[in-house]
């Protein structure tokens, strides 16, 4: 499922993973559609326990079942960023400094 996901990979999620991939953020190594328990997170960073979702229109009428995955995940100690879907295509750098300013915080 994980590797079907990322063959269908909408195009924020393609401009972010650009950023991400590689260890280009900070040395960091992210995966792209990461399982975790009986889930899959858009983005997973496993030394921070840090997952980035992006919600798109796919969200909109999910909300009760991201937020029960949320909190199930958080009590095994991931934690979380989200934006939106319009915020990754259009202003990806705020996405960035936020990410990163996570991280500086986090680490």
């Known amino acids: 499922m ?3 996901l990322r063959g269908n990979s909408t195009l924020s999620e393609v ?3 650009d950023e991400l991939k590689g260890r280009k953020f900070h040395g960091l190594d992210f995966d792209r559609q990461k399982p975790l328990d009986n889930f899959i ?3 997973y960073c496993k030394d921070l326990m840090l997952a980035i979702e992006i919600d798109g229109d796919s969200h909109d009428y999910a909300y009760e079942v991201d937020k029960a995955r949320q909190e199930k995940l958080e009590s095994l100690g991931v934690r979380f960023l989200r934006f939106e ?11 960035l400094r936020e990410v990163e300013a996570w991280v500086l915080e986090n680490r």
Do not use: C, P, R, T
Not at 85 to 95: A, G, L, P, R
């Open 41 to 43: 997170v858009d983005f």
């Open 15 to 17: 401009l972010l993973w």
């Open 85 to 95: 879907d319009i915020e990754v295509k259009q202003n990806i750098s705020n996405v």
């Open 2 to 4: 994980a590797k079907q």
